[in-house]
């Protein structure tokens, strides 16, 4: 954990060029999540003000066919920042190279100065706990498992009590930004000497995306605003129950 909710000052006129950043050794293409993301170290010294020099950073692009898509990442840092919940800076950048805008996100391990970490995914955790859990698809994990997982550690002092007004402030900002990707993998503890901790609010713009879609495209929501009976509202709800998925 470092600068997550911290608002960071990027001039406009200084978007950051990562067309001679080097590749991070085992994740120079990041293999997580459906868009592409490159991992890349920072330079040492950095002409940027507002990096770390020699640290790393996540490149992410946007979807094929929603080019501005990365301005998703970088408002959602931004309201985080308002909200005063641990989101990681999220940046203006490009690849001269490619010619290819991005957001860059500032890896939330292995800060300067920092104690070792080490990153346990949330659908690892699941997978330690339910028998017989779908890895792949995820589809049992639930809130209960996660409450009573984290109680334990908190009961054995490995995990500060804050871990649910965290969970409370993690839930308000997905609801905010209308953010329904908080899957397993999307969250996470980090190890740390003597104890864990819940881990930053990563991936947090997946679902703002919705907003890049021409209104033409978008679902006819008009009947949606009718008062139902009790019976045809459920009957709706089972029927577009897998929506957004």
Same mark, same amino acid.
Request: hydrophobic share 35%; aromatic share 12%; proline share 9%.
């Given at each position: 954990? #470092?600068?997550?909710?911290? +608002?960071?000052?990027?001039? =406009?006129?200084? !978007? ?6 080097? /590749? %991070? ?76 805008? #991005?957001?860059?996100?500032? +890896?939330?391990?292995?800060? =300067?100065?920092? !104690? ?6 949330? /659908? %690892? ?121």
């Amino acid at each position: 954990m #470092g600068r997550e909710g911290i +608002w960071l000052d990027q001039p =406009p006129v200084e !978007p950051v060029d990562v067309a001679r950043w080097r /590749g %991070d050794e085992e994740f120079a293409v990041c293999p997580e999540g459906a868009r592409d993301k490159s991992l890349l170290y920072s330079p040492s010294p950095t002409p940027y003000g507002f990096l770390i020099p020699g640290h790393r950073y996540l490149f992410k692009h946007s979807a094929k066919f929603y080019p501005d898509q990365f301005w998703t990442e970088i408002i959602a840092y931004r309201i985080g920042c308002l909200l005063g919940v641990p989101v990681p800076p999220a940046l203006v950048a490009w690849d001269s190279d490619t010619d290819t805008c #991005g957001a860059l996100i500032e +890896w939330f391990l292995d800060y =300067p100065g920092a !104690p070792p970490e080490r990153y346990v995914s949330g /659908g %690892d955790i699941m997978s330690d706990m339910i028998h017989g859990y779908d890895r792949k698809r995820g589809r049992q994990h639930n809130f209960e498992a996660i409450e009573r997982y984290l109680s334990l550690l908190a009961r054995k002092g490995k995990l500060g009590p804050a871990w649910l007004p965290w969970w409370c402030d993690a839930l308000l900002f997905d609801a905010l930004i209308g953010n329904t990707d908080r899957h397993r993998d999307n969250r996470g503890l980090l190890e740390i000497h003597l104890g864990s901790t819940l881990d930053a609010l990563y991936q947090a713009a997946d679902r703002l995306q919705f907003y890049n879609v021409p209104r033409a495209e978008l679902p006819d929501i008009e009947p949606w605003l009718e008062p139902l009976p009790r019976d045809k509202r459920l009957h709706r709800l089972n029927k577009y129950k897998t929506f957004g998925d």
